[in-house]
Structures are given as structure tokens and as C-alpha cells.
């Protein structure tokens, strides 16, 4: 809701109090809420009050009903709708997958995880760090991890290839920390997967994802993030090992 209110300027007291309700109380609102916009007559409102709907049910673990609510406002938003606004409810559309795909197994969950990354992708396609930090990081972060997901679930090089882009993902999203640093968890996690893609590749390319591990981990540990995890020197010292015994 709160970037609805910085995108379209929707005014609140900042006095007013801020009654506890339920999630069901919630939804019930947001319900209440989208009955007040006539579709047809009224489409842009209608969608964005379909959205927050969409973000509540997700919120509540009702990710096929938050599935339909999202991509019926996204329809109902059509393809001109400001970029910002479009970007924002195909974010919420790909965490609501990932989310989805995270419970399922077998063939189900890589089909969900792969709809996740993809329509985060389209996210992505409409907005740049620039124009909305917040939001590029998030849709950034669900779609290095839905890659990261689907490498670990394929094997041979489908699994390798998804893993390169989830690699790929996480150094974009480490180089975009706030005021121009290095942002710490998209190198953790650029070296969480560089680890495994070690793990996965024959021969002598191995010890390359793995120096390149260890350089993202290092740097990572540069930062206040992760300054004091002794563990992290263990796995510096383990990543030695690794490229020496691959070398």
C-alpha cells in the first residue's frame, strides 16, 4: 500500500490511529474495497485496488486466489498503465509464485518457479534501480532466487544455465547498495550459488566459480552485514581448500 500511496498520491492523517485488525479483517476491506470500482467505468482503480487485494491474499499463504486477483488487475490496468504501477503488480505476481512454487514438489514446483522468474523478469523490463530502489530490489532478490532454485532442481545443463543467471542476478543486485556501496546480501548470496555451481561443474573450470565464489564472499564480509560471522572466515579457509584441490 505504500507505494500505491507514493505513485498515486493517495492522502492519509498521519494523526489518525491505527486500529489492530486480523487478516481476515484485512482481506474483508480489501474485498469491500474493490466492490466500490466499476471495472469497466472505473479500470485503473479497480486494478489497484485488485492489487492490494492480491498482496493481502499472498500475505495469507491464498497464493491461487492471489495468482488470479493480480493477473485479472493486471488485465484490467492493460499494457499503458504507468510503468511503475505495472512493474509493482507483476512484482507481487512473481513473489506470489515463487511463494507458490517454494510449497509444491516435483514438476509442479520448477513449472511455478520458472513462471515466478519470468514474470519477474517482466517486472524488471519496466523499471531501473532509479526509479524505484525498493521495488527493483525486491523483484531483483524473488528472481535470484527462483533461478537459484530451479538450478538446484535440474541437473546437467539446464540447472547449470539457470544457476548462471541466478549468479548473473545477484551481482547486478550487488551492485546497486544504497548511496552507491555494494549491497551485502546480493553478494552473499552471488557467492551462495557460485558455491554450488563449483559443486556442479566437471573439470578444470571448477576452481574458477569457485575463486569467484570466494571473492563475492569476501567482499561480502568487507561489509557491516557480515563483518562479524567468524563462521564466514571457516568457509573463506574451506573455498582455499576447494580451489586447491581443484587446480
Known sequence: M????????TSVSANAPAPERTEADAITQCRAH?????????????????????????????YAEADETVTKALEAAGPDAHPLFRASMLKILGETRYRHGEILTGDERGAMLAD????????????????????????????????????????GPEGLAWMDEAAACFADIAAHGADGAVH???LYN???????????????????????????????MATGTFA???DLTVKLAELDALIDAAD
Not at 505504500?2 to 498520491?9: D, M, V
Not at 514474470?119 to 524488471?124: F, K, Q, S, V, Y
Not at 557467492?191 to 571473492?215: I, K
Open 116 to 155: 515466478a522468474a519470468n514474470t519477474l523478469a517482466d517486472a524488471l523490463s519496466l523499471i531501473q534501480p532509479h526509479d524505484n530502489r525498493t521495488l527493483w530490489m525486491e523483484a531483483a532478490t524473488f528472481r535470484g532466487a527462483a533461478l537459484h532454485e530451479l538450478g538446484r532442481l535440474r541437473a
Open 184 to 186: 551485502p546480501i546480493g
Open 34 to 62: 474493490v466492490a466500490g470500482f466499476d471495472r469497466r467505468r472505473q479500470p485503473k482503480e479497480w486494478a489497484e485496488a485488485m492489487q492490494l487485494l492480491g498482496h493481502n491474499l499472498m500475505a495469507i499463504a491464498n
Open 190 to 220: 552471488r557467492y551462495a550459488v557460485l558455491e554450488q555451481r563449483g559443486h556442479r561443474t566437471v573439470g578444470g573450470s571448477r576452481a574458477m566459480y569457485y575463486r569467484e565464489a570466494r571473492d563475492a564472499l569476501a567482499q561480502a
Open 228 to 230: 562479524s560471522r567468524p
Open 2 to 9: 505504500s507505494f500505491l500511496k507514493r505513485l498515486f498520491g
